[in-house]
C-alpha cells in the first residue's frame, strides 16, 4: 500500500524566507502525489499535484514542488514566505493502478511564519 | 469556498449516543468522501461513495456507517458514540471515480463527545 511520510510535524522561517517542507513516499507503482494546505478553521485545499506529467510542479500562490522518483521525494518549497502562509500542509498519494480511489495523506507540517 | 456543504458544524453529544453527519457534494460531483482528523490519528480515510454505491473503505469502524443518496448527498452515521470519536470529520467530492484530481473538501463537522 502507498503511504507519505513528511519529516517535521512544525517548521518555522521568518518571513521573506524559503520554505522547504519535506514529503517522501512509499508505493509499488508510479504515485499520484498531492500537496494540500488547510488554514485555521476550514477545510483542505489543493496546492498543487503530480500525475506523470512535468517531474516540476507549479501550484498556486507560488508554491512548487518537485517529484524525484530516485529520492522518492515530492518536496514542497516557496522562494519567500508569507505571513499568509501559514497553515498546515498535508502531502497526500493516490494509486492510480489498483483501483483505491481515496487520497492517503501524510501527518501533516504545521508552518509558522515569524514576522 | 469550496462548495462543499457539511452540516452541523458543531456537536457535543454524550458517550454512547447516535450522531448523523450530513455532506452535500459540489454541484456535479459524482464522489463522495468522507475522512476523519484527530490529533493522534491525523487524516484518516474512512470511505467513498461514487453515484450512490460504496467503492472504497478505510479505517472505518463497524459503529459507523456511511450513505449516499440519489440526490447525491451523504451521511455519515455514527452509533454508540465513545471518547476517542471526537474529531473534525470532513466531507470532500470529486467530478470522477478515478481521483486523478482534486478533491474539494467541506469545512467540516466538529464532533465532541462527553
Known amino acids: 500500500a502507498q503511504s507519505v511520510t513528511q519529516l517535521g510535524s512544525h517548521v518555522s522561517v521568518s518571513e521573506g524566507a524559503l520554505v522547504l517542507l519535506r514529503c517522501n513516499y512509499s508505493?509499488?507503482?508510479?504515485?499520484?502525489l498531492f500537496w494540500y494546505v488547510q488554514y485555521p478553521n476550514q477545510g483542505l485545499q489543493l496546492l498543487l499535484k503530480?500525475?506523470?506529467?512535468?517531474?516540476l510542479v507549479k501550484g498556486i500562490n507560488g508554491f512548487e514542488a518537485e517529484f524525484k522518483k530516485s529520492e522518492t521525494s515530492f518536496h514542497l518549497t516557496k522562494p519567500s514566505a508569507h505571513m499568509s502562509d501559514a497553515a498546515e500542509y498535508f502531502c497526500?498519494?493516490?494509486?492510480?493502478?489498483?483501483?483505491?480511489?481515496?487520497?492517503?495523506f501524510g501527518s501533516g507540517t504545521r508552518l509558522q511564519v515569524q514576522p | 469556498d469550496s462548495g462543499v456543504t457539511q452540516t452541523p458544524k458543531h456537536l457535543i453529544t454524550a458517550t454512547g449516543q447516535r450522531v448523523t453527519l450530513r455532506c452535500s457534494p459540489r454541484?456535479?460531483?459524482?464522489?463522495v468522501y468522507w475522512y476523519q482528523q484527530s490529533l493522534d490519528q491525523g487524516l484518516q480515510f474512512l470511505i467513498q461513495?461514487?453515484?450512490?454505491?460504496?467503492?472504497a473503505k478505510g479505517n472505518i469502524l463497524e459503529r459507523f456507517s456511511a450513505q449516499q443518496f440519489p440526490d447525491l448527498h451523504s451521511e455519515l452515521n455514527l452509533s454508540s458514540l465513545e471518547l476517542g470519536d471526537s474529531a473534525l470529520y470532513f466531507c470532500?467530492?470529486?467530478?470522477?471515480?478515478?481521483?486523478?484530481?482534486?478533491?474539494?473538501f467541506g469545512e467540516g463537522s466538529r464532533l465532541t463527545v462527553l
Open positions: 497526500a498519494v493516490s494509486d492510480q493502478y489498483t483501483g483505491r480511489r481515496a487520497l492517503t
Open positions: 454541484s456535479g460531483d459524482l464522489s
Open positions: 461513495y461514487y453515484n450512490g454505491e460504496e467503492r
Open positions: 503530480y500525475t506523470s506529467a512535468a517531474t
Open positions: 470532500a467530492s470529486s467530478v470522477d471515480v478515478m481521483n486523478t484530481g482534486e478533491l474539494f
Open positions: 508505493s509499488s507503482v508510479p504515485p499520484y
